[in-house]
């Protein structure tokens, strides 16, 4: 071993023209990964795409009439605005050209917002090392694909960490200010926070108040200005505690959550996340025999122990665990003499991943477009503006709302968001398509005020969609190898 954490021995900053370089490598690196899906795989991409074009028509958004079943119709707050305004001037672009150009923004964004990090703590090859979390992990490269904001609430993390553990305060104080507009978790400002002052009372034996109060100030100036500001608050305790603490992690019945909110099976767990668990363990012994000198790796450590705690529990957080336990075994690879041990790294992770991460690449390379602009044409022909559409889900409430502009939904985001509304309502919706009732064509039209029906052509619904065939005055406007769409006379 040999550096300290102030003045390593081994790294140096380099020449200013590195930055550039290094952007322009991950902006290629993120174009190209954007370019090699034909469309985006998440479904929840088409709806941030369908939220831009609404803030291009009306502004941003303080109700959310396109959803009337839902908490958010009267009580909206835009969790990721920043994402959508950032996403609004590309909007009238095809939607698939406007997903590519804000991921590949979004993506580089992270990787370099890593790497300014690992340059300014003087890793050698900094480049690299931000990198090597989309070998590390087919999960974490994988969600590295989705056009979402969640890619944003990583780059602010991983800033607030460094920022609380270096005691940046303008830094921690900007990366507050922005968390509450770009993602709901922005209260891991304050989590991130404390793990960097516990590191300190490590390291220096003190506690430092002023960094919760820089970041408490930034993010409650921030959420007064922010334009839901009220409503913001109320749909991250909803989001944070009554969905994610009280139903994916409870195992609520009678919801259909997301895919990153299951739990990874000790199959998926050993196989997609050895590589962080090595790199987790390995920073966790250099950060104990520098515990008195080195308060970046002990926060980046501890930081990537409690990420990959919450992975046993819920998928959701290996795409936070994976970028800090590679950057935490980058600050690690400081105190290694050997001058190739991240050439090591690299070539063990390639060995490890470049053969599941080619199959990934092919696998998401077959995705189909699910409403073809064809078909778009045809439904909105068939189902007039302003008609309210039942569906049998929510997880595609996106690409509908991209192909039917103007018309109503059931829910957008969340189940539980409806569920919170109306309890009643909700049950009977989760009902009536895997248990369709005899009067199942009157419930739908006094009950939720719909003419129109519109779900994924899916085999548990096969009874639902013969009890509509089957009922008079159902007439099938199109049927197709995914959609299944009636009016009801």
């Given amino acids: 071993m040999t550096g300290t954490p102030d003045h390593p021995s081994t790294a140096s900053d380099g020449p200013r023209w590195h930055l550039a370089a290094w952007a322009a490598v991950y902006l290629a690196v993120a174009g190209f990964l954007q370019a090699s899906l034909p469309v985006p795989w998440d479904a929840d991409t088409s709806y941030h795409v369908a939220v831009a074009r609404l803030i291009r028509r009306h502004g941003v958004l303080h109700a959310f009439p396109w959803t009337p079943f839902s908490w958010l119709a009267q009580h909206y707050a835009d969790k990721e605005l920043a994402f959508h305004l950032l996403m609004a001037p590309f909007a009238g672009l095809d939607w698939v050209l406007c997903a590519r150009i804000v991921g590949t923004l979004v993506g580089a964004g992270l990787l370099l917002s890593s790497y300014l990090i690992l340059r300014a703590e003087r890793v050698r090859m900094a480049g690299v090392w931000a990198l090597l979390p989309l070998i590390a992990s087919l999960i974490f490269a994988f969600r590295f694909l989705l056009v979402r904001p969640h890619t944003a609430s990583i780059a602010l993390a991983l800033t607030i960490l460094w920022a609380a553990a270096r005691r940046r305060d303008r830094t921690l104080a900007v990366a507050a200010a922005l968390y509450p507009w770009c993602y709901v978790g922005w209260y891991l400002a304050i989590v991130l926070t404390a793990v960097a002052e516990a590191a300190h009372l490590l390291v220096e034996g003190r506690w430092r108040w002023r960094s919760f109060a820089v970041v408490g100030v930034a993010l409650g100036c921030s959420i007064l200005l922010h334009p839901n500001s009220l409503n913001l608050v109320r749909l991250s305790w909803l989001v944070n505690v009554k969905i994610l603490m009280g139903t994916a992690w409870a195992g609520g019945s009678g919801f259909e959550l997301g895919e990153e909110f299951r739990q990874l099976t000790p199959f998926e767990w050993g196989r997609y ?117 039942f569906t049998c889900g929510w997880l595609l409430t996106g690409p509908m709302m991209l192909a039917l502009p103007d018309r109503k939904f059931m829910v957008a985001l969340d189940p539980t968001l409806f569920y919170f509304e109306d309890p009643a309502l909700y049950r009977l919706w989760f009902r009536i398509p895997r248990e369709p009732p005899p009067d199942v064509v009157q419930l739908i039209r006094t009950s939720f005020g719909a003419r129109y029906v519109m779900c994924l052509r899916e085999g548990r619904f096969a009874p639902f969609f013969e009890r509509l065939t089957t009922s008079p005055g159902v007439r099938a406007i199109v049927t197709t190898h995914y959609w299944n769409v009636y009016q009801l006379d």
């Fill in 273 to 389: 996340l050895a590589p962080p668990v090595v790199a987790t363990c390995a920073s966790l012994v250099a950060a104990w025999r520098h515990r008195h000198d080195d308060p970046s790796l002990v926060a980046f450590s501890a930081a990537s122990v409690a990420f990959g705690t919450l992975t046993l529990f819920t998928a959701r957080f290996a795409e936070y665990f994976v970028p800090f336990a590679l950057a935490s075994m980058a600050l690690t690879a400081r105190y290694v003499k050997w001058r190739h041990f991240t050439a090591a790294v690299a070539a063990g992770l390639l060995l490890y991943s470049t053969s599941p991460l080619v199959d990934m690449l092919r696998h998401v390379h077959e995705r189909d477009e699910l409403i073809p602009e064809a078909l778009a044409r045809n439904l909105q022909q068939a189902i007039p503006p302003g008609s309210q559409v």
